[in-house]
C-alpha cells in the first residue's frame, strides 16, 4: 500500500538535544511538508520541499532544519534551538503537476516531547 | 482578524443528527477549499475538495462554499459514532499549492450513540 510512514510515534527530547524526525513515502510525489500541531492550533508550516535538494523555509522554520537527498526521504530535525519542541509533528506530501496540487496526504504523526 | 476562523467546539451532537461545521475567512483570493477529517493522535485525511463556489456531494458529507459571503460548510448526513473526529478547513489561492495552504484550528465532534 502506498502512504506516508513517519518514526517514531512518540519522540523525547533531552535539553540542549537536537532529534530527528523520519518521514518516508512510496506514493513518488515530488512535493513534500512538514507541519507543527498544537493542541488548539492549526497547522503550521516548518518547512516543504518541491524536488530533491531544494527546500524552503514555511512560518515556523527557526530551530528546524531538513534535508531532501532522495525524492522519498524528507527528514527533520530539531534543533536546540528550538525552545518549545513539544508538540505533534506531521509529513505530508502532494500530487505532481499542475492541478490537485493544494490536496495534501499525512503521515501519522511524531509527537515529541521535552524530558 | 485571522485569515481562517474556525469554533474549535467541542460540538456534540446525537446519532443520525445532521452535523454542520463552518469556517470563515477573510482573504479573497481563496478559490480552493477543502476539508480535512483527523482522529485523535492521527494525521489528517483530505474529505471534501471543491474549487470556487458551489456545492459538492459525496455520500454523506456535502461541502458548501459562499465565497460572496466568505463562509464555507461541511454538512455530514446520518451521523455516526466513527464520525466523532476534528475537522479542519484549509484553503488556498490559485498558484499558491499545497505550501500556501491556511488552516483553520479545527472543530472538534462528537457524535453520541
Known amino acids: 500500500d502506498g502512504g506516508i510512514t513517519q518514526s517514531p510515534k512518540y519522540l523525547f527530547r533531552k535539553e540542549g538535544q537536537n532529534v530527528t524526525l523520519s518521514c518516508e513515502q512510496n506514493?513518488?510525489?515530488?512535493?513534500m511538508y512538514w507541519y507543527r500541531q498544537d493542541p488548539g492550533q492549526g497547522l503550521r508550516l516548518i518547512y516543504y520541499?518541491?524536488?530533491?535538494?531544494?527546500?524552503q523555509k514555511g512560518d515556523i522554520a527557526e530551530g528546524y532544519s531538513v534535508s531532501r537527498e532522495k525524492k522519498e526521504s524528507f527528514p527533520l530535525t530539531v534543533t536546540s534551538a528550538q525552545k518549545n519542541p513539544t508538540a505533534f509533528y506531521l509529513c505530508?506530501?502532494?500530487?505532481?503537476?499542475?492541478?490537485?496540487?493544494?490536496?495534501?496526504?499525512f503521515g501519522s504523526g511524531t509527537q515529541l516531547s521535552v524530558l | 482578524q485571522k485569515e481562517v476562523e474556525q469554533d474549535p467546539g467541542p460540538l456534540s451532537v446525537p446519532e443520525g443528527a445532521i452535523v454542520s461545521l463552518n469556517c470563515t475567512y477573510s482573504?479573497?483570493?481563496?478559490?480552493?477549499f477543502m476539508w480535512y477529517r483527523q482522529y485523535s493522535r492521527k494525521g489528517p485525511e483530505l474529505l471534501m475538495y471543491?474549487?470556487?463556489?458551489g456545492n459538492k456531494e459525496d455520500g454523506r458529507f456535502t461541502a458548501q462554499v459562499d465565497k460572496s459571503s466568505k463562509y464555507i460548510s461541511l454538512f455530514i448526513r446520518d451521523s455516526q459514532p466513527s464520525d466523532s473526529a476534528t475537522y479542519l478547513c484549509?484553503?488556498?489561492?490559485?498558484?499558491?499549492?499545497?505550501?500556501?495552504?491556511?488552516f483553520g484550528k479545527g472543530t472538534h465532534l462528537i457524535i453520541q450513540p
Open positions: 484549509a484553503m488556498s489561492a490559485p498558484g499558491g499549492g499545497a505550501d500556501g495552504l491556511t
Open positions: 482573504n479573497s483570493a481563496f478559490q480552493y
Open positions: 506514493l513518488n510525489h515530488d512535493a
Open positions: 520541499s518541491q524536488i530533491v535538494n531544494d527546500f
Open positions: 505530508a506530501s502532494s500530487i505532481p503537476g499542475p492541478t490537485d496540487r493544494e490536496k495534501l496526504f
Open positions: 471543491t474549487y470556487s463556489s
